[in-house]
């Protein structure tokens, strides 16, 4: 995925109430209970034999090479408490809304005499519900990375920027050479 997609998985991530398993044999039953028992399904998952992963059920392996044990983290992460984010994503959704800060380049489209020079900024910002759902739907339908910045940049341009429509009417907004993107609901 791109960047913005990221952090929305990353957030998701962090709305967690209990940590990772800790050691690989954990992690790997974590993942064969997940898919119902399916050694066959985890080893396609992490591109590792069958066998290996029942060797790591049975603790007969202990310490994973970097990259798989990378694999693995991530591979549970993805499965982890599931419930807890859709609840914390839903809360987002209706009534909570999500904090959005990053560092971009934002030009604009505004008004004759007015710059529209792309400029660098630092914005933290907090965007309504809507927006939230917005993303969360967005993601969930497939969409690219270039459709989640545009709901993004039309969230920011009419909070940020319009201050909800009490200044800067006809301002369009282009959120572009992001630096980095954090989100938090």
């Known amino acids: 995925m791109g960047i913005l997609g990221d952090s929305l998985d990353k957030a998701a991530a962090n709305t967690a109430t209990r940590p990772l ?20 399904v985890v080893a396609q998952r992490l591109g590792i034999s069958q066998r290996t992963v029942e060797r790591y059920i049975k603790d007969q392996i202990k310490h994973p090479r970097k990259e798989l044990a990378a694999r693995m983290v991530a591979e549970v992460t993805k499965d982890w408490q599931p419930r807890v984010r859709s609840r914390a994503k839903k809360q987002a959704a209706s009534t909570g809304g999500i904090v959005i800060e990053t560092r ?82």
């Open 21 to 40: 398993p800790k050691s690989a044999g954990a992690q790997m039953r974590f993942l064969v209970r997940h898919e119902k028992g399916s050694t066959k």
């Open 104 to 185: 971009a380049r934002f030009g604009f489209t505004a008004a004759p005499g007015t710059t529209d020079d792309g400029r660098i900024r630092l914005i933290t910002q907090h965007l309504p519900p809507a927006y939230a759902a917005r993303l969360f739907d967005a993601q969930a339908a497939g969409a690219s990375e270039q459709q989640l910045q545009n709901i993004a940049a039309e969230g920011l341009q009419e909070i940020y920027f319009k201050d909800r429509g009490r200044r800067a009417d006809g301002l369009l907004v282009e959120f572009t050479d992001i630096d980095y993107v954090e989100l938090d609901f």
